[in-house]
């Protein structure tokens, strides 16, 4: 069975940071560009960063920026997101997922060119 399971959500102030972890199973990932996408309450799923199967540069949306890493481990089969310097506007249900298509050259941040999806780990920070 193919999934992604995140963890490392939870309740933080603002300033503080958090590591999010999206165990992947059941393929290889290796091969996949991984992507984070958050959705705050009454809001479309949105963007934040995404990071290319081969040795290109990760992208992030323009408000994360400076603040956000996002790192994979293709032998733990693993994608992380370091978070810092965490603000309000940043409390979502954040989740992984796993691009379409093997070998993409060219990375997308629209949600519906990622197939495979976690349930999605809550980070709340208060301000």
């Known amino acids: 069975q193919v999934q992604l399971v995140e963890s490392g959500g939870g309740l933080v102030q603002a300033g503080g940071s958090l590591r999010l972890s999206c165990a992947a199973s059941?393929?290889?990932?290796?091969?996949?560009?991984m992507a984070w996408f958050r959705q705050a309450p009454g809001k479309e799923r949105e963007f934040v960063a995404v990071?290319?199967?081969?040795?290109?540069?990760?992208s992030y949306v323009d408000s994360v920026k400076g603040r956000f890493t996002i790192s994979r481990d293709n032998g733990k089969n693993a994608v992380y997101l370091q978070m810092n310097s965490l603000k309000p506007e940043d409390t979502a249900v954040y989740y992984c997922?796993?691009?379409?298509?093997?070998?993409?050259?060219?990375?997308?941040?629209?949600?519906?060119?990622?197939?495979?999806w976690g349930q999605g780990t809550q980070v709340t920070v208060s301000s």
């Open positions: 059941g393929r290889n990932f290796s091969r996949y560009a």
């Open positions: 997922a796993a691009d379409r298509f093997r070998y993409r050259r060219v990375v997308v941040p629209t949600a519906t060119e990622y197939d495979i």
């Open positions: 990071i290319p199967w081969s040795s290109g540069s990760a």
